[in-house]
């Protein structure tokens, strides 16, 4: 496609219930990051994934969080048993090699744990 | 530690007036962009500019690294501004590309 897409726009969960969120990088884009913004705030990286190298994890808030990529495609964020802090707008964001690059965004999954 | 900070917080302007944003780091960077969200939530790319001067229409940017801060020009401003600017940076002290982003200036512009 022309931008990254992201699925679902938005998901509403009730605490304790696992989600799943979807990225879809700018095709040709090895580098793909999830960011986390929540309300009024700036956005927090959470993980960044290159090719086939081991993936930074840094910014991962708790071992609830995991995300998955397979080669240089489609990548899927999991928050397991969801908390309330959890609530906020992922976005996911691609780049071309190397982590100078441009990044561009897409339009974010809204999360609201009830 | 690692900082990216922007000024003003909030900015309120007439239509028709100028505007300069500011975003200080402190540190050697090798990325910088500024973005702009708009009421949806989509961030829109505005510059990638690590260093030097770019200019796209009304909006201009010039990153002085040596000096470690960006600005952002609006000029002639336009209700459809409204939104928050963000400055997001990557550090050459960071192993990967993450950008650490700052709080962001919200600016209204008013018919």
């Known amino acids: 496609g022309a931008g990254v897409s992201q699925s679902p726009s938005n998901k509403v969960t009730e605490k304790g219930k696992d989600v799943e969120l979807r990225c879809d990088p700018i095709s040709g884009h090895t580098a793909l990051y999830w960011y986390r913004q929540r309300l009024g705030q700036g956005l927090e990286f959470l993980i960044y994934f290159q090719g086939n190298s081991a993936p930074d994890k840094s910014g991962l808030p708790s071992d609830r969080f995991s995300a998955e990529r397979t080669g240089e495609s489609v990548s899927t964020l999991t928050i397991q048993r969801t908390q309330q802090e959890d609530s906020a707008v992922y976005l996911c964001?691609?780049?071309?090699?190397?982590?100078?690059?441009?990044?561009?965004f897409g339009p974010g999954t809204r999360l609201t744990v009830l | 530690g690692i900082q990216v900070e922007q000024s003003p917080p909030d900015l309120i302007l007439q239509e028709g007036a100028n505007s300069t944003l500011r975003c200080n780091f402190s540190?050697?960077?090798?990325?910088l962009q500024w973005f702009h969200q708009n009421p949806w939530g989509q961030l829109i790319n505005l510059f990638y500019i690590p260093s030097g001067t770019k200019q796209n229409g009304r909006l201009s940017a010039t990153t002085v690294a040596t000096e470690r801060y960006s600005l952002l020009y609006i000029s002639s401003s336009q209700t459809t501004d409204s939104g928050v600017y963000f400055c997001?940076?990557?550090?050459?002290?960071?192993?990967?590309?993450?950008?650490?982003f700052g709080q962001g200036t919200t600016l209204q512009v008013k018919p």
């Open positions: 540190d050697s960077v090798n990325n």
């Open positions: 997001a940076v990557g550090f050459f002290s960071s192993n990967t590309g993450k950008l650490i």
């Open positions: 964001a691609s780049s071309h090699a190397g982590g100078y690059n441009e990044q561009f």
